[in-house]
């Protein structure tokens, strides 16, 4: 069957309760498919009132046709560890009025550890670059792109002044930077 070898997370709910799980949402969670089965969703959820609320907001869209998703939120494994999805679903009226969901989950955690490494990585980098003693220029095809504090001190030019100008412009001698640059 398609739900049962998509190489993603699929959950079917019927008024909030799991009806069916694929192996990929049992491996996800933690969970048999058999204890996912029957077990309310808001479980999968560390902040189960948060969760209550939003669904109360999914049931008064639903009222009105077809209630969607498509957001990144944290949820929580059997074993208590939380993990971060990016969860994509529906929610509708079947014909005796109750709510049909089906969603699919796919655990971003790592891709969300990764964006935080390197933003702290990047803040590191610019901590050093801005408050280094000397003066840093950086640069494109011959103009300037950023410009350290220190080097608008040695050159008596702001950053607005700095980029956009011509590397050469800052040098004495042009005929030999000129060579340099053009190595």
């Known amino acids: 069957r398609l739900f049962d070898s998509a190489p993603i997370a699929l959950v079917a709910s019927q ?3 799991i009806t069916n799980a694929n192996p990929m949402a049992s491996k996800m969670f ?13 479980t999968l959820h560390p ?3 948060e969760s209550a609320i939003r669904l109360g907001s999914y049931d008064s869209q639903v009222t009105q046709g077809i209630s969607q998703w498509d957001d990144e939120r944290h949820m929580v494994r059997k074993n208590g560890q939380e993990l971060i999805v990016r969860r994509r679903g529906q929610l509708t009226l079947g014909v005796n009025g ?10 971003i955690t790592s891709q969300k550890e990764a964006e935080e490494a390197l933003r702290v990585s990047e803040d590191r980098y610019r901590h050093l670059y801005e408050s280094a003693p000397v003066s840093y220029l950086s640069y494109t095809n011959g103009i300037i792109t950023a410009a350290n504090p220190k080097a608008e001190e040695m050159l008596g030019l702001s950053q607005e002044e700095l980029i956009g100008l011509p590397v050469i412009d800052l040098v004495v001698d042009k005929e030999a930077a ?3 640059l053009a190595q």
Request: no cysteine.
């Open 47 to 49: 902040d189960k009132e």
């Open 30 to 42: 933690g969970y048999s498919q058999e204890e996912l089965i029957g077990m309310p969703g808001v």
């Open 178 to 180: 000129a060579e340099i």
């Open 98 to 107: 109750e709510r049909l969901g089906l969603g699919t989950f796919i655990d």
């Open 15 to 17: 008024d909030g309760i």
